[in-house]
């Protein structure tokens, strides 16, 4: 009779450096040098890094094996699309800000810091949690704020964002509330490794 198992720290270490690095190479932000330095930063005792150093590129050759079938516009290059019409209309957009929603809000900030007060009302941004989520599971989490925060006029912010998305063709779920982030429930992501730079 076979033995089970057992799941070791090892394995959950190991497990956990490989969805990393899964994510960062089909989220399309990433080289593999970065994600060759990112392996560097998180291998600790235990992890087996000549496994985790070969899938970085063994993951490339999948993904752009799998790019060869997609569509041809894909959700990212909509979303890329809504975000420029949105940058033209006084929301600042922003892709993979930071890990956190508080990263994503000083980032937001700093970028608005760099333009005239006027240029922007509000802004929106997705970040690296986010991108984690709609790599290894679909869909896509939006946040956003007006550039003086909480104030009422963020639902305008909102309401402008919701709009431009469905013109875009993406179908949301979100309750109308400034509690609550916008929802791409079925947004797929999939981002090409010649759009990564």
Wanted: charged letters at 25%; glycine letters at 8%; one cysteine or more.
């Amino acid at each position: 009779m076979n033995q089970p198992h057992i799941l070791t720290l090892d394995d959950d270490v190991n497990q956990y450096l490989l969805d990393q690095i899964k994510t960062h190479v089909w989220g399309g932000f990433s080289s593999p040098n970065d994600i060759q330095e990112m392996i560097s930063d998180l291998l600790e005792d235990g992890c087996d890094e000549k496994r985790l150093r070969k899938s970085v590129n063994i993951e490339f050759q999948k993904k752009l094996y799998a790019e060869e079938s997609w569509p041809k516009i894909t959700d990212i290059d909509r979303l890329n699309s809504v975000f420029k019409t949105l940058n033209e209309n006084g929301i600042l957009c922003s892709h993979n800000a930071g890990y956190t929603t508080s990263d994503g809000h000083e980032i937001s900030h700093d970028l608005l810091s760099d333009h005239p007060d006027g240029d922007f009302f509000g802004y929106c941004f997705y970040h690296g949690q986010d991108l984690e989520c709609a790599v290894l599971r679909g869909g896509l989490y939006l946040a956003y704020d007006h550039v003086n925060g909480d104030v009422p006029e963020k639902i305008k912010v909102a309401l402008i964002i919701q709009k431009e998305l469905e013109k875009g063709g993406f179908t949301l779920d979100w309750d109308g509330t400034t509690n609550t982030r916008l929802c791409i429930p079925n947004f797929d992501w999939k981002h090409r490794t010649s759009s990564q730079r």
